[in-house]
């Protein structure tokens, strides 16, 4: 199956519809990144967004949004809950991985897994103030978004961490969803752009369903040549 069929039928089975609130990560550090531009906060860009919990809180913060997924069925759910709020998203139904995509990356290694990645799957899109990934596995993305941001943009990206805290870890059993410690900013350093890191962190945290969740999170800012 793939996974586009995969995710609409978990979509279309109620997939997420109990965690409508945008992200942690993304509420306590807005302020810092939309106060950044001096004037509108910009344009902002959501990859993987699944029914769009973080996009219509950026777009509600002022941001331009495009949210990006794979699933039809996410984006319907997104678009309907955005036109109930009263927000403006610019919904994009399409994949981020090569045909194969995690179908075939979970039986991958990891270095296998990186060929999967569509060379620029945005390539078209522009520049960003703000590009956000979370909770979706790409491997070798975050090197190309990094010329996706402008000058003083930030990228912030989570994802579920392999780990050895034991089996009350909730989330992705598969390997293949979760990232080994330090490979998210190896992945920013393989970049030519100038950057700074503000947070990179490997732990366990408290969802707000009050699960505990192995995280790795970054977030970085592109600094001026
Ligand atoms: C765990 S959900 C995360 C959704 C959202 N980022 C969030 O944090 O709520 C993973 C998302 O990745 C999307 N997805 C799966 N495969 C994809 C692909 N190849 N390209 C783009 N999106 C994909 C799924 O449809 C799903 O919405």
Redesign the pocket.
């Known amino acids: 199956m793939d996974?586009r069929t995969r995710?609409d039928a978990r979509y279309r089975e109620g997939a997420?519809s109990q965690r409508p609130w945008p992200?942690d990560f993304l509420q306590q550090n807005i302020r810092v990144v939309a106060n950044n531009n001096q004037q509108s906060p910009g344009r902002a860009l959501d990859l993987?967004?699944?029914a769009g919990?973080?996009s219509i809180f950026l777009a509600e913060q002022g941001f331009t949004t495009q949210g990006?997924?794979?699933?039809a069925a996410?984006i319907a759910r997104g678009a309907a809950y955005a036109t109930k709020v009263g927000t403006k998203v610019g919904w994009v139904c399409q994949?981020?991985?090569a045909q194969g995509?995690?179908e075939v990356a979970q039986a991958a290694p990891v270095a296998e897994k990186t060929l999967l990645l569509s060379q620029d799957p945005i390539r078209n899109f522009g520049q960003y103030q703000l590009i956000i990934l979370?909770?979706?596995v790409a491997p070798g993305l975050l090197t190309t978004l990094m010329d996706h941001l402008l000058p003083g943009g930030h990228l912030m990206v989570e994802e579920h961490l392999r780990h050895d805290l034991g089996e009350e870890i909730v989330g992705p059993r598969s390997p293949a969803f979760r990232v080994a410690p330090g490979a998210l900013l190896a992945e920013v350093a393989a970049s030519t752009q100038p950057y700074e890191v503000i947070e990179d962190f490997a732990g366990a945290i408290t969802e707000p369903s009050g699960g505990k969740a192995a995280i790795t999170r970054l977030w970085v800012q592109r600094l001026s040549e």
């Open positions: 996974d995710w997420y992200s993987a967004c699944g919990r973080n990006i997924d794979i699933s996410a994949g981020l991985l995509g995690v979370f909770r979706f």
